[in-house]
């Protein structure tokens, strides 16, 4: 170690860069010893760059009133780095854990050169979590009560075997969007029910292969519905928050969230007031969620 230790910064950092999207090795490596923590703390964009090689982005921070448009997280590379290998350390959901598993071949062979525009007619391929996350895994019963459950037993589902997902309809289901912001039972903070938010790895995986820094989406009948947009790379968790934005404040979606609080006070023993402000508390890994429908029930009770 002595030997390793009086070397300068230069060779440290060519360890680092050999380790490439390896992110539990450049956590370990830099908790080794103050040394190397000293030399990995220099340098941020090395962090970003072993991240961008493992798949993963930072998305944008919601916008509040305080702290405005377009907001940038507080967090750094380094501290995402440390979040994303000590979630998948506790999460029980494969596909969050390894969410990147689907792209590890092609991000080895990609250089790292940052996130860049690409040409509109650059092809892309969407992430499989875009598809389990946001659209009916049952088309049949999407307009029927029954769908409520059904969306929420396939909310964060374990990777299908297939590589490729099934072509997807042009439009996103809304039930299933409000599920991935509907808070989780209490027993299992970690586990199938939770808000995509309070899941860094699935949220920071980048939504395309490669990354790409604005996506452009279009229905059935080529007009754009919705447009995403971050300078370090479009996350599943960025495309997410922006679907949640369609979905219609109408009784139906009421009625879904509602009855989702409900249970879960119910099972919680506490009455959906308590409850509400219990969960107000926890506001995900960017310290900025909100519950869909959550301050109006509130207010109209
Ligand atoms: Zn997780």
């Not at 009916?136 to 299908?160: C, D, E, G, M």
């Not at 229905?219 to 495309?239: A, K, R």
């Not at 409850?275 to 959550?294: M, N, Q, V």
Request: glycine fraction near 4%; proline fraction near 10%.
């Amino acid at each position: 170690m002595p030997a390793l230790l009086s070397l300068t910064d230069a060779p440290l950092f060519n360890i680092w860069e050999h380790l490439l999207g390896d992110l539990p090795a450049h956590v370990s490596l830099s908790h080794t010893c103050q040394r190397l923590r000293e030399v990995y703390s220099k340098d941020d964009s090395k962090w970003q760059a072993a991240l961008f090689s493992a798949g993963y982005g930072l998305p944008l921070r919601r916008m509040t009133p305080i702290d405005g448009a377009g907001a940038v997280s507080g967090l750094s590379w380094r501290r995402l780095a440390v979040c994303l290998v000590g979630h998948a350390a506790i999460c029980e959901i494969g596909s969050c854990t390894r969410a990147n598993a689907c792209f590890a071949q092609q991000y080895a062979q990609l250089p790292y050169t940052r996130v860049r525009a690409l040409h509109p007619r650059h092809p892309i391929e969407f992430h499989p979590l875009y598809f389990y996350l946001h659209f009916s895994q049952n088309p049949q019963t999407s307009s029927s009560q029954s769908h409520h459950r059904r969306s929420i037993s396939a909310h964060l589902p374990t990777p299908s075997p297939s590589p490729s997902p099934p072509p997807p309809p042009s439009i996103p289901d809304a039930v299933s969007i409000l599920l991935t912001h509907l808070p989780t039972f209490p027993e299992c903070r970690y586990a199938q029910y939770g808000p995509l938010c309070t899941h860094p790895n699935a949220s920071c995986a980048f939504a395309t292969f490669p990354p790409v820094e604005r996506l452009e989406f279009e229905n059935g009948d080529g007009e754009v519905f919705m447009i995403v947009e971050n300078p370090e790379g479009c996350t599943i968790l960025d495309v997410n928050r922006a679907l949640a934005q369609l979905i219609p404040f109408d009784e139906y979606h009421l009625d879904v969230a509602l009855t989702h609080y409900q249970e879960l006070a119910l099972t919680s023993g506490m009455s959906l007031s308590q409850y509400a402000s219990t969960i107000s508390r926890d506001r995900g890994f960017l310290d900025d969620h909100e519950y869909p429908f959550l301050h109006h029930i509130v207010s109209s009770m």
